[in-house]
Each structure stands twice: as structure tokens, then as C-alpha cells.
């Protein structure tokens, strides 16, 4: 297939839920409803027409204001088709079913995109938190999180003297 497009009509006859982005040329990006998104990775990592076998990335956008807030982008590659794809779906704070299973990259960026913003991943082998400490409060790339961190406001005061 020679128009990356095509997989996106292949997908959408497959599993429900999909809405096509308009996108530019060769960078085909569908919407997918969140209780869709399993069965639409499934689709796509497994049929034989599409075989997106490699996951590129996985990252999560926090659109504060909206309903549902967060976006999670999935961007695969099919290296039998030589073809790229991008798959977003929205959700709010109860997170979505895990692609772990389906690719194993997704373990790190899922534990991640946990930490970073607090979503869960459900049935995700080991999700703790990667960067912060396990006693950290809040999510450092989630909207409200405050840029200068917690109690910015108090002076820092370095004490040298030993007692």
C-alpha cells in the first residue's frame, strides 16, 4: 500500500468508534472512542493487512479546561508496510487499559505518562512511579501543578553551622 490513508479505511471496517483526522499527507491520525482503544490496538497490532508491529512513542497532553481532559497519543510503524500511523484518544483521570501486552516499549512510556500526569494504565504488570519518589505529592506535567514546585513561596535557608 502506497498511501498511508489506506490503513485508516482498513481500520475503521474493523473496529468501531474511529474517527479520521485530517492530517497532512503520509501521516494518516485517527480518534478513537476510550472504550474502543483496546480493540483498536488489537486490530492494528495483529491484523495481517496492517501489522504495526513497533511502537514509536506513547505520551499523554493534558488539555486542562476540557472534558475529557487528558489526550494520549499512540504513534506506531509498520515495518512490513513500511508505514506510519498516529492513534489519539481522550480520557479523563480513570486512565485507559494498557498496551504493555501489545508492545512491550509501552511498559517504560505507560509507568511514565503514570507518573508524570497520574493516569492509570488498568491491568499494567508493574505501574509505580519512575521519576519521582514514591512520597512525592502531584504530578509535575499536569496543568495545576505549580511551575516553581511546592512551598516555592518559604526562603531556603542553608544552616552551616554545627552544633
Known sequence: MSDNSEFLKILS???AGIKIVPTPPGEPSAMVDKGSIR???DHLRYDRDLSFNMLVDLFAV???GEE???E???ILRSTKNNARIVVKTRTGDEGIETASDLWPAADFLEREIYDMFGLPF???PDLRRIYTPDDFEGHPLRKEFPLEGKDFDKPFVVD???E
Do not use: C, S, W
Open 39 to 41: 480493540e483498536t490496538l
Open 13 to 15: 471496517g474493523k473496529a
Open 62 to 64: 493534558d488539555y486542562m
Open 160 to 162: 552551616l553551622e554545627k
Open 122 to 124: 488498568a491491568n499494567h
Open 68 to 70: 475529557p481532559r487528558f
Open 72 to 74: 494520549i497519543v499512540y
